[in-house]
């Protein structure tokens, strides 16, 4: 029994994302997802980075041990992170997750560092073979909050541990041992966060093709909002010998790391169809151009003893941030080569401007060669001016360029700093959101761009919060301006809470003064329990505390009602009594505290 690999990978960009910083590659021995963070300090250049590092472990032989190639090749990948960052100290803040699969001969070592997730589908069970390392997936290893309140956790986002080329890389490292027809899903969070896992099962476990799994997987994330980079490869195990399908050879890179890999190497466009165009059509954000022509990233034929199906071993040296691998033009080898300009000699007899000779049939034809020689001789000695007055453009030409260059340098320096500055505002459609540069105009172009569109509306926030957004608040990066924006959500969710105590409160009382009376008329038969009381009138939030009830499309009674009486007894008779006058104190909400 011969085991291989059947694999797809996809990656999109999402609704709300302005590029992709996930990452990934699938081969016949290795898969890997990597999903990029840092914004502006250029995540797709540390998932891209990470998986070019790692990639040619796909055409090495890594020797029994699978598990210690994955974790040289991660340490390796965390010290390229190091090496970007002190050559470019801009992109300092950069880091990304890792989740990958060393594949061989039916054994696997499985590499995971971050949120990003890889599932198992064996025999009808579906489980997760990996252990987030967020804050909140340690919240709840500890008991303090439970799954359901993940989804909503303010630090839902917040990870204990990635490669950031700054800190060790300490990622989670086990052994696999794999079966003919199992079934394994890598994803980044963009994924497995908007899809639950029992969609993912259902999904995978229906779906047979693996490309077309994952392209379903992928619009399933687009129809929950995406919110974030989609990326996932399904990988199906198979027995080459009785399978009726053929395994996959061919290695695909996608999302960031895709731009510097060959053409051939890149993810298959989407297929087309009613839903996708659709889908297509509802993108709030543009999507990045793939080059017609790949940089850099080539296989070139090596010598015998790769592995079946292999032609060679990718190249990555070249690897730099911006560029993702620029060729090298010094070497004489490639499309690329620089050729030697000795190639394109003259051609002989070619007059050219220091062969060109003067005689009659040039002055009297205006120089046929066309030569500066032939022409100087054209000015008499009673000219009003000289040729030699030329000389001048060379001082006002230098004056120019050196002009360019200052309003050149100075525009740079500007989109610089601008592309630095965060602030929290409004969008169009009223919704809290983050944006990248200042809130300004210069000649009607807009020095901003929206970075992140959140899921708070303005008009639920109280009117002191709404004129400071109105004016826009500043931050320093986009997880300060998360941590903002967490901050007001939390006061919108206290406000809403008091509110619907508020609206639910009135009919809850109507029905306790009716088992009231009826106790009432019983005559102790009947007894009304302590937990039917709805206790005293819950006060309305202060107008400066919290926005108005309709805010939250909360519908608030108008005329008061009756506070609960006592509990009745045997031997007494309860009456209602008149509910005390509602005060007008309410729980005072922090104001977050904007950033300078």
């Known amino acids: 029994m011969t085991l291989a690999l059947r694999y797809a990978v996809r990656s999109d960009v999402g609704l709300l994302r302005e590029g992709n910083e996930d990452s990934a590659y699938a081969g016949p021995h290795l898969l890997a997802v990597a999903d990029g963070m840092g914004g502006h300090a250029a995540g797709e250049v540390a998932s891209a980075a990470t998986i070019t590092t790692i990639a040619p472990l796909d055409a090495e032989d890594p020797g029994p041990d699978l598990v210690s190639a994955l974790a040289d090749a991660v340490a390796t990948a965390n010290l390229r992170l190091q090496e970007l960052i002190i050559s470019d100290p801009a992109i300092e803040g950069m880091g990304t997750t890792l989740t990958a699969l060393l594949w061989s001969d039916g054994y696997a070592a499985l590499c995971h560092i971050g949120d990003s997730r890889a599932y198992l589908l064996r025999d009808g069970q579906f489980i997760q073979i990996t252990h987030d390392h967020t804050l909140v997936q340690s919240l709840v290893d500890e008991g303090k909050i439970t799954e359901d309140d993940v989804a909503t956790h303010p630090h839902r986002s917040l990870l204990l541990r990635a490669l950031d080329g700054r800190t060790i890389a300490e990622p989670d490292l086990a052994p696999l041992e794999t079966y003919p027809g199992d079934r394994y899903l890598l994803c980044s969070d963009g994924l497995s966060g908007v899809v639950t896992e029992q969609t993912l099962h259902q999904t995978l476990a229906a779906v047979r093709d693996p490309d077309k799994a994952a392209l379903r997987l992928v619009e399933l994330a687009i129809k929950g909002g995406g919110p974030d980079n989609i990326t996932c490869i399904v990988a199906d195990v198979i027995d080459t010998h009785s399978s009726r399908v053929a395994p996959t050879w061919q290695p695909v890179f996608a999302g960031a790391a895709a731009n510097g890999a060959p053409a051939d190497l890149r993810p298959p466009a989407r297929q087309s169809s009613p839903a996708t165009r659709a889908m297509r059509l509802s993108r709030t954000a543009p999507q990045p151009v793939m080059p017609e022509e790949p940089p850099t990233g080539v296989w070139p034929a090596g010598p015998a003893g790769y592995r079946d199906g292999y032609t060679g071993s990718f190249d990555t040296q070249a690897f730099e941030p911006g560029g993702f691998g620029q060729a090298d033009g010094r070497r004489d080898t490639g499309p690329n080569r620089v050729r030697d300009t000795a190639a394109f000699e003259r051609a002989a007899g070619f007059l050219g401007h220091e062969d060109a000779q003067d005689g009659p049939e040039d002055d009297d034809r205006g120089g046929r060669g066309g030569s500066h020689r032939a022409k100087r001789h054209r000015y008499d000695d009673d000219d009003d001016y000289a040729p030699h007055g030329k000389r001048r453009w060379p001082i006002v030409t230098a004056s120019l360029a050196l002009l360019v260059l200052l309003i050149g340098g100075g525009g ?44 708070l509306k303005v008009s639920e926030l109280r009117s002191t919060d709404q004129t400071t957004l109105t004016q826009t608040i500043t931050q320093s990066s986009v997880n300060d301006a998360q941590l903002l924006i967490d901050q ?65 499309a909360i519908t608030v009674p108008a005329s008061p009602t009756t506070a609960p009486a006592s509990h009745p007894t045997t031997t007494s008779t309860a009456r209602p009594t008149t509910s005390p006058t509602p005060t007008s104190s309410a729980r005072a909400s922090t104001t977050p505290q904007a950033a300078g």
């Open 488 to 552: 007001l959500q939390s006061q919108v969710n206290d406000c809403k809470q008091q509110w619907q105590a508020v609206a639910a409160w009135p009919a809850k009382n109507a029905a306790y003064q009716a088992e009231v009376a009826n106790a009432a008329k019983s005559k102790g038969r009947i007894k009304v329990p302590p937990s039917a009381n709805p206790g005293p009138q819950p006060t309305a939030p202060e107008a400066a505390n919290c926005a108005p009830a309709a805010a939250f």
């Open 412 to 455: 740079y320096g500007f989109w610089q700093y601008n592309q630095s500055q965060y602030y929290v505002g409004v969008d169009q459609n009223g919704y809290v959101s983050i944006f990248r540069g200042t809130n300004q105009s210069l000649a009607g172009i807009s020095l901003s761009s929206l970075v992140q569109r959140s899921t």
